[in-house]
Nanobody, 127 residues
């Protein structure tokens, strides 16, 4: 099983950028899909993006495609979510999670596919 820890949240103005980190340890990461979810106050947790750690193939939800990038650094065992052109509606607690699988697709943004969640990191977009 892989252990994950999120960091990098903060307060940013609309139009700004932020990079979140998901530090991983434990199991062989190449066997996993790593995903980022977010949960805004009073809303359901929603999938944002996922990456196949083995081949770096990615998938994004429509609302962030073109604004967010996800990538991994093998040397640091870390997956990053780089967020640009942030808007107030991006305000949420962001979580990374993992599931053992070999391909990405719409399924990897479904909350029910994941069992373990960290503490998350808070992102606030406000002027």
């Amino acid at each position: 099983q892989v252990q994950l820890e999120e960091s990098g949240g903060g307060v940013v103005q609309p139009g700004g950028s932020l990079r979140l980190s998901c530090a991983a340890s434990g199991d062989t990461l190449d066997e996993y899909i790593i995903a980022w979810f977010r949960q805004a106050p009073g809303k359901e947790r929603e999938g944002v993006s996922c990456i196949n750690y083995s081949d770096s193939s990615t998938y994004f939800t429509d609302s962030v495609r073109g604004r967010f990038t996800i990538y991994r650094d093998r040397a640091k065992n870390t997956v990053y979510l780089e967020m640009h052109r942030l808007q107030p509606e991006d305000t949420a607690d962001y979580y990374c999670t993992a599931v053992r699988a070999s391909y990405v697709g719409g399924w990897c943004l479904l909350r029910g596919e994941y069992d373990h969640w960290g503490q998350g990191t808070q992102v606030t977009v406000s002027s």
